[in-house]
């Protein structure tokens, strides 16, 4: 019966699948409160991996999720995922950063560094045990790669996090954004670091040079452009960013966020840019939720991979809130405003899940460490609204505070 079914018809049996399966989930089980559909997407994608969906029943999942699928599968995710990290370029807010720079530059600063710190000090734990290092890593890459998974913060996750709240217009929201903002800059500066390739150090030298003279020409087209056509251009900058950055050895995410970070968010109407925001996630990046979830790997035994996200979660969270816990103190704020803030911070989800996938795909870490982290961003992700909600709704006062 397999054998009469084409191509198109099983790639279309799992776009039901991955379309219908979460949304059901997440709508019958009434999880809104407590994870957005995109964290659903992400868990369904594990499940539906090879781990799980794969042991369980591996006559189905090897007929649905067969090589030409997951390749027409991938192609879609890719395209995803660039638009989602180009979007999150454009709305980074450096002008309001700059604006409040002591501020934002120490709270961003602790808030970055100390999850940072702890989770470097978790990966070199994991050093000593077999199988977590990837084969193409070296220490140094592998253990910074991991504190930064631990101190990203997924700022378009953030985003809608602080749009259920109802803060993303207030003064707090915004301060929030600004912190994020400077530490997505630097998330991506250590990534283009850990994927610094020696052998081609020309090609990338080469690449930044001749991104940064094109970065200019594109400011001053952009400017005279009209709206409307400033989306195609913008489209097509992104995909020649993204070829550029993979053809000199950096990754093609590195590409499309700086595609996006040379951009003024002023350039596009803001409620087209939320609009595009939205469609992507609804539309597209299910399939990369998807393919990540394809990506799992529980070889070392579950145990194993359930301790490792849990070591890591934890240098995670307390990280983050010692943090801002910290730069409170510098900055006198009270107590509930530097939890409020830390918690909200410590979001992650989709930016620290593209950016192991990056690791993943270099060889930098295995597909148990890939796990692991998985695990630790789904959770940390899903314990953000119901710690911060309660919070906020004692201290409405804190809402209106600018600074």
């Not at 019958?28 to 407590?34: A, E, P, T, V, W």
């Not at 090589?67 to 999150?88: H, K, R, S, T």
């Not at 994020?180 to 081609?200: E, F, K, N, T, Y």
């Not at 090609?203 to 400033?230: H, N, P, T, Y």
Request: hydrophobic share 60%; glycine share 8%.
């Amino acid at each position: 019966m397999h054998n009469s079914i084409s191509s198109t018809e099983v790639f279309l049996i799992a776009m039901g699948i991955i379309l219908a399966v979460p949304f059901l989930i997440w709508r019958f089980g009434n999880l809104d409160y407590y994870a957005p559909l995109v964290v659903v997407q992400i868990i369904t994608g594990i499940v539906l991996g090879p781990g799980t969906l794969g042991k369980v029943l591996p006559d189905y999942f090897g007929f649905v999720f067969r090589p030409d699928v997951v390749q027409a599968l991938n192609g879609i995710a890719w395209w995803a995922v660039m638009v989602f990290v180009w979007i999150a370029g454009i709305e980074l807010n450096l002008k309001q950063a700059w604006l409040y720079r002591r501020e934002s530059s120490i709270t961003a600063g602790l808030a970055l560094g100390t999850p940072l710190l702890f989770g470097s000090l978790a990966a070199i734990g994991l050093l000593m045990f077999d199988g977590w290092i990837g084969p193409n890593a070296r220490q140094w890459q592998f253990v910074l790669g991991i504190g930064m998974a631990c101190a990203v913060t997924a700022l378009p996750i953030l985003i809608l996090l602080m749009e259920k709240l109802d803060i993303l217009r207030e003064p707090i929201g915004q301060r929030i954004l600004r912190y994020a903002s400077m530490d997505d800059v630097a998330i991506w500066g250590v990534l283009a670091v850990i994927l610094m390739d020696w052998s081609r150090v020309g090609r990338q030298v080469g690449f930044l040079m001749i991104f940064a003279l094109a970065s200019f020409c594109l400011r001053a087209l952009m400017r005279w452009l009209a709206e409307k056509d400033r989306w195609y251009v913008a489209l097509i900058w992104l995909v020649l960013c993204a070829w550029s950055a993979d053809w000199s050895g950096l990754h093609f995410m590195v590409g499309a966020f700086l595609a996006g970070a040379i951009m003024d968010a002023e350039w596009f109407d803001q409620n087209d840019m939320d609009k595009l925001r939205q469609h992507v996630l609804l539309v597209f990046m299910p399939v990369f939720f998807l393919s990540t979830g394809l990506r799992t790997n529980w070889a070392m035994g579950g145990s194993a991979v359930l301790i490792a996200a849990a070591v890591l979660l934890v240098a995670s969270v307390v990280g983050k809130l010692i943090g801002t816990r910290i730069a409170g103190r510098i900055l006198g704020w009270p107590r509930a405003e530097s939890s409020i803030i830390g918690w909200l911070l410590q979001t992650k989800a989709l930016i620290m899940i593209i950016f192991v996938n990056i690791l993943l795909d270099k060889g930098m870490i295995t597909s148990e460490t890939f796990t692991a982290l998985l695990l630790m961003a789904v959770l940390s992700t899903m314990l953000t609204v119901p710690l911060v909600a309660p919070r906020l709704q004692r201290l409405q006062s804190l809402i209106a505070k600018s600074a």
